[in-house]
C-alpha cells in the first residue's frame, strides 16, 4: 500500500499548527488582529509580478487574456478529421498554455452534483469530526488537512480532503473513520466520479499523443487499471479569509503527475502563469480545467510545459475545487518516445521514475528551496541529473 512508500517519508517533517477554522474565528471575534505569520505569504507571491514596463497595459493585457476551451460535444465517433482536428486544438493549448478548459465532455450533471453535494457535506463538519479522516503524517495530501506546512515553507489558507481511486480505492476506509455507516452515498459519489474523470483522461491522453504524431496509446496504456497506476481524488475547500489579501489558498506551484482534472464551483480563484503575469481562469459552468504536470511535459520532451498556478482566497465566499490527478506507476521510467527525437540527440530530461521524483520535489519543497522547479532539477546537464 502507498503508505510505505519511501517517497513520501520526507514529509514527516510536517510541521502542524492550528486548524485554519480556528484562526478565522479568532479572527472574526477579534482575539487577533492579524493573520499569524505562517499565513503570511511574500508579497512577490500574492501580487502580480510587477511588469518591467507599462503595469497599466500588462494588467489590461491579463484580463483580456483567457484559457483556451476545447469543445468535446463531436469526438464520440468522430471523423479521423473532426477528430484531428480536436487533437490539434488541445495539443496547442497544451503547448502555449499548458492549460485548458474542456466543454461538453458528456459526463452526466448528476454525477457530477452528487461529488460537489458529498464535499460540501464534509466540509460542513466540524473541525473534530473532519479530524476523524486525518491521516498520519506519511500520508501527504491524503484524508483530511489544513494546517498542515510542507510543501512550502508558508502555510496556504486551504484544507483538503483526498484519497487514492487507483490501484486501492481508500474512500471506503476513510468514509467509515467519518460516519457509522461508511456513508454508502458519499463513496459512490466520490466513485462515480473517479470512474468518468479517468476515461476523459484517458481520451485526454490518446488526443495529446495524436496532436504529437505518436501512436494513441502512447501515454495512455501506462493508465490502464492493471498498471498499477495512481489515481487520486482531492477536495480543495477554500473558507473565507478575513485577510484574503494577505495570503494563497495555494502557493505557486506545478502538480507533480501526468495530468490533472479540476473541476472548480463558480467562485474564481485559480490563476495560471501566463509570462510574467497571472491569468484568472474562469468557471464555466459544466467545464473541468485540465491540466499538463510535470510529469507530462518530461514525457513530451518539454514540448507541453507544466505551468505554474496558484488559488486566491476571498473574504466572503467559500470555494471548492475538485480534482482527479493521474500520476503514472510509481516505478516507470519515465523517457521520452522515440518519434521526439530527433536523430543522433537525446532526450531533453534524464531518465526518471516517478519515485524518484517525488523525493526530489518533496526534499526542495520542504526546505522551501523554490529557486528551481523541480523538474528542471532532471535536464540532462543539471547537478541533480548527474
Ligand atoms: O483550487 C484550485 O483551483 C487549484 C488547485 C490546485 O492547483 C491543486 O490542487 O493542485
Ligand atoms: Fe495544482
Known sequence: ?????????????????????????????????????RYLWPAEVVENPKPANDEAVAKEEAQNLSIPVVDLAEIDGA????????????????????????????????????????????FAFPVEQMEKATEPPGKPLMGYGGRLSFLSSKVPWYEYLGEFHTPEPGVEALA???????????????????????????????????SLNLPKDTYSQHFDKNSNYRGTWRFNYYTPCPKATQTVGQGPHSDPD??????????????????????????????????????????SNDRFPSVEHRAFVNEKTDRLSIVYFMSPPPMLNIEAPSGLIGENQQSVFRTFTYAEYLGIMFKNRVTGDFSKKPLDLMRRGTEAAN
Open 176 to 210: 467509515k473513520n467519518v460516519w457509522e455507516d461508511g456513508n454508502p452515498r458519499f463513496c459512490k459519489a466520490i466513485t462515480d466520479y473517479c470512474n468518468s474523470l479517468e476515461q476523459l483522461g484517458l481520451l485526454i491522453l490518446e488526443l495529446l499523443a495524436e
Open 79 to 122: 471523423s479521423e478529421e473532426v477528430r484531428g482536428k480536436i487533437a490539434r486544438a488541445m495539443g496547442k493549448a497544451c503547448e502555449e498554455w499548458g492549460f485548458f478548459q474542456v466543454i461538453n465532455t458528456g459526463i452526466p450533471t448528476t454525477v457530477m452534483d452528487d461529488v460537489n453535494t458529498s464535499a460540501r457535506e464534509f
Open 258 to 299: 501526468a495530468l490533472t482534472i479540476l473541476r472548480q464551483d463558480q467562485v474564481a480563484g485559480l490563476q495560471v502563469r501566463k509570462g510574467n503575469t497571472w491569468v484568472t481562469v474562469e468557471p464555466l459552468p459544466g467545464a473541468f480545467v485540465v491540466n499538463v504536470g510535470d510529469f507530462l511535459q518530461a514525457w
Open 1 to 37: 500500500m502507498a503508505t510505505a512508500e519511501p517517497i513520501y517519508q520526507l514529509a514527516t517533517t510536517v510541521q502542524v499548527y492550528d486548524n485554519i477554522r480556528t484562526v478565522e474565528a479568532q479572527l472574526r471575534n477579534c482575539k487577533i488582529e492579524s493573520l499569524p505569520e
